[in-house]
């Protein structure tokens, strides 16, 4: 069946602008995570949704980062005022029932703030 | 706070050497660990798990938590083995969701 998909697969943008990513998970996957990939760097984590359950939020490193997920499907990654330093890989995971299951990773969508 | 180390951004072997990754991990709990592998223009996919004790496509890893280590093995590295490899700590706690990943090892098997 289909993976992960996220789009667009690249994006670049002016600093002070707003951008949305998007994740479609594995269909019948309930938990859904985005984390982001500085150059050079490792993953880090940034919010986990789990059915209709309130999401972990722990992650965002701020107030212009927020997400949203439709039920258990689409998720969107919003950056309000994007800065030079949110230039990175977006990662989108998904896996069927608890943080415990496997987790399938999308493509990603690479973010370039100019 | 738990953290990942991968001490060697790029690892060079020839095909039919022996290659062995490594990972240390500082984590006050009882962790699961993980290696992920992401091969040229595909995306990021499990390895293998710590708890599986199992052998994928060659590679075995041990946790060490005398050591807490998780090195990754192979004894005859493949040409096909070539990609980015992260290693990934899973929280045994209430956030047993996350995983905190190292910064990756961009292996490199010659022919």
């Known amino acids: 069946g289909a993976g992960v998909s996220q789009s667009p697969s690249n994006k670049v943008t002016e600093k002070g602008k707003d951008v949305e990513l998007r994740c479609d998970p594995i269909?019948?996957?309930?938990?859904l995570y985005w984390y982001r990939q500085r150059l050079g760097q490792g993953l880090e984590f940034l919010i986990y949704f789990q059915g209709n359950s309130a999401p972990d939020k722990s992650g965002l490193p701020s107030d212009r980062f927020s997400a949203e997920r439709t039920g258990e499907s689409v998720s969107t990654l919003t950056i309000q005022r994007t800065q030079q330093e949110d230039s990175a890989v977006y990662l989108c995971a998904s896996s069927y029932r608890t943080g415990t299951d496997t987790q399938y990773f999308g493509p990603g969508t690479r973010l370039t703030v100019l | 706070a738990q953290r990942v180390t991968q001490p060697e951004k790029l690892l060079s072997v020839f095909k039919g050497a022996p290659v062995e990754l490594k990972c240390n991990y500082s984590?006050?709990?009882?962790?699961?660990l993980f290696w992920y592998v992401q091969y040229s223009r595909q995306r990021l996919q499990l390895l293998l798990r710590?708890?599986s004790r199992e052998s994928i496509k060659g590679f075995t890893a041990d946790l060490n938590k005398g050591e807490t280590s998780f090195h990754l093995k192979k004894p005859f590295a493949q040409e096909e083995d070539s990609a980015m490899y992260y290693c990934a700590l899973r929280d045994s706690g209430g956030s047993n969701y996350k995983l905190t990943f190292g910064k990756g090892t961009l292996l490199t098997v010659n022919p």
């Open positions: 984590y006050s709990g009882s962790p699961e």
């Open positions: 710590h708890i």
């Open positions: 269909s019948g996957h309930t938990a």
